[in-house]
């Protein structure tokens, strides 16, 4: 069943990051992400087979090769749920998150049964551009 799972489109999440396309370095930027889902059914070797996905681990990359996991998808500011502070400026980075999904599924109508393997997918990549602010003095 995992082998024919894993074939399914499995949908990809796609980030939030606040602030967007731009961030500055040693401050919290804050990511979050819609829970993707998947509930269809299926034909495998002449069954209908239902399948449900849920997300049940985030792998969230910030793309300066530090990553975080997290059983949330996170939330928009003001929460601060899941959040990264980039140390170098002018730099042009893609963060992603991969969710990791637990299958559930049955066969013809019988009884939900859970697969002892879980199945993640990668995230979409999204730009984000770091800077410095600079003090300026005014009289």
């Not at 893609?94 to 969710?99: A, I, Y």
């Amino acid at each position: 069943m995992l082998r024919e799972v894993r074939r399914l489109p499995l949908p990809k999440a796609r980030l939030s990051i606040q602030p967007a396309g731009r961030t500055l370095v040693n401050l919290d930027t804050v990511f979050s992400t819609t829970p993707p889902a998947f509930d269809r059914t299926v034909t495998i070797l002449d069954q209908r087979v239902h399948i449900t996905a849920t997300a049940a681990r985030y792998t969230w990359h910030f793309g300066d090769g530090t990553t975080q996991a997290t059983t949330s998808p996170g939330r928009p500011y003001p929460a601060l749920d899941v959040t990264h502070q980039y140390a170098k400026a002018g730099e042009t980075v893609s963060p992603r998150v991969d969710v990791t999904f637990t299958i559930s599924y049955s066969v013809d109508g019988g009884p939900t049964q859970t697969l002892e393997q879980t199945v993640t997918t990668d995230g979409v990549a999204t730009t984000l551009t770091t800077h410095e602010a600079v003090p300026v003095l005014v009289d």
